[in-house]
């Protein structure tokens, strides 16, 4: 079987890297053979992270180097896509992959048709409203990380839908060695998600200035929490795992908005699956993949957030017993070793529909 894959981004990019890159090996050792064809390159990414930025040239040069290699496919058996093929295009996508005749499967991990149908302006919401939904009906397959995404591709009228976690490879992500030192409050992110942080300011200011524990963020910008003492930590995917193996406990707040209930909880896996019990917002899959009082806590307010951090700091015994348990439901649920090969069976299911 010939599978195109068309990720919006290189590996670099969270998202691609995790949603389909990872899946290669397994693919290829089931005997298919991909072709990957990202939309930007590695250097969109990094402006993207260094500036805050979108550069608008390097898009629309992927949007016309993706055109181009949609209109010369030939023996393609299969496309598979990262969640749209041009984005913030209206009406174009569906029109295309209906011409070319091929069948196709999408892919979501974030719910990005709230970017769209939720959009302040007006023209925006009216255009661009239901293109996920269109693209979902047409599509062969619709995956997901979530059920809050497949509720959505099932109101959308998608045929087929299958939920795939978002996973993380156990051969990487051993249990953390950690020499006993100051108790470390752990986040990973990027510049983009650091936001998320301010949602819980007024707690982390008072455990890092009242408990003295210490506060480390991977991938975060320098502007991260400002006024706060924190460790500003690079993130790169050879270090990441060891970054995390140095936290005590892992962090994922979230405010309770639509767009955040389709994210995939995928910060609280890497941390679980090095033995780091977490404590997040109960937002979305964030309820279901952490058990409260089992795998660490869920916090909603900030006096929450600061009991839970002070109960963790207080007691290394129930820290541990936490990680081992967090460690044993990643090797359940969120294994790369489980759901590769499901995704190559389901794949090349789609391509004989």
């Not at 541990?320 to 090349?348: D, W």
């Amino acid at each position: 079987m010939k599978l195109l894959a068309l990720p919006k981004y290189p590996r670099i990019g969270p998202s691609s890297r995790l949603r389909l890159f990872q899946f290669l090996p397994y693919l290829q050792s089931a005997g298919i053979s991909v072709q990957v064809q990202p939309l930007v390159g590695s250097d969109y990414i990094r402006k993207l992270f260094s500036a805050g930025q979108r550069p608008l040239f390097d898009l629309f040069f992927g949007y016309w180097n993706r055109l181009r290699l949609l209109n010369k496919i030939d023996d393609t058996d299969l496309i598979w896509i990262e969640k749209e093929l041009f984005p913030w295009i209206p009406g174009v996508d569906v029109k295309l992959l209906n011409k070319i005749n091929r069948p196709f499967v999408v892919d979501y991990d974030d719910a990005v048709f709230h970017l769209y149908d939720q959009h302040h302006r007006r023209f925006i919401r009216k255009i661009l409203g239901k293109k996920i939904g269109w693209i979902m009906h047409s599509a062969k397959l619709v995956t997901v990380g979530n059920t809050y995404l497949a509720d959505y591709a099932e109101r959308a009228g998608a045929d087929c839908i299958q939920i795939i976690p978002t996973v993380v490879d156990t051969m990487r992500y051993g249990f953390r060695s950690k020499p006993d030192r100051d108790f470390c409050i752990g986040w990973i992110g990027s510049p983009i998600t650091q936001r998320y942080l301010e949602n819980i300011r007024g707690a982390l200011e008072i455990v890092v200035r009242e408990d003295r524990l210490r506060l480390v963020l991977v991938g975060a910008s320098n502007s991260a929490l400002r006024g706060i003492s924190s460790e500003i930590v690079q993130w790169s995917e050879e270090t990441e795992v060891e970054s995390i193996q140095k936290f005590d406990v892992g962090i994922m707040p979230l405010p309770d908005n639509s767009f955040e209930r389709g994210k995939c909880g995928y910060k609280l896996i890497q941390c679980m699956a090095c033995g780091v019990p977490v404590v997040a917002s109960p937002v979305g899959i964030n309820q279901t993949i952490v058990q409260h009082g089992v795998h660490g806590y869920h916090a909603r307010t900030q006096d929450e957030w600061v009991s839970c951090l002070r109960l963790l700091a207080a007691n290394r015994e129930l820290r541990e017993k936490m990680g081992r348990k967090a460690r044993e439901k990643v090797m359940r649920e969120f294994a790369l070793s489980r759901v590769g090969p499901l995704l190559a069976e389901i794949l090349t299911a789609a391509a004989k529909r």
